[in-house]
């Protein structure tokens, strides 16, 4: 399965930035989202790419939603963030 996954833009260096996912940072393509894009926003990730600024509005019920059906399958998860085997997802508390 492919998803969008949500993050957290925590650093921004020209059309890259660097998103933290549950715990884990990776760098993504901040250039074809339709709207400026700040550090402390949150972003819907596809393979690398920002695909979509989530609106402040909707993040809270965003990341539940999320986190509701990615905690039953952290390795799957780490799978489409692009995280290493061995690395450890926040979701839940864990």
Known sequence: MCLGIPGQITEIDGAEATAEFWDVEKTVRIDIVDEDVEVGD???????????????????????????????????ALEEIGGEPDEQLGIGGD
């Open 42 to 76: 949150h972003i819907l990730n596809h393979a690398g790419f920002a695909i979509r600024k989530i609106p402040e509005e909707e993040v809270e019920e965003t990341m539940e939603i999320y986190e509701s059906f990615l905690k039953d399958d952290e390795e799957e």
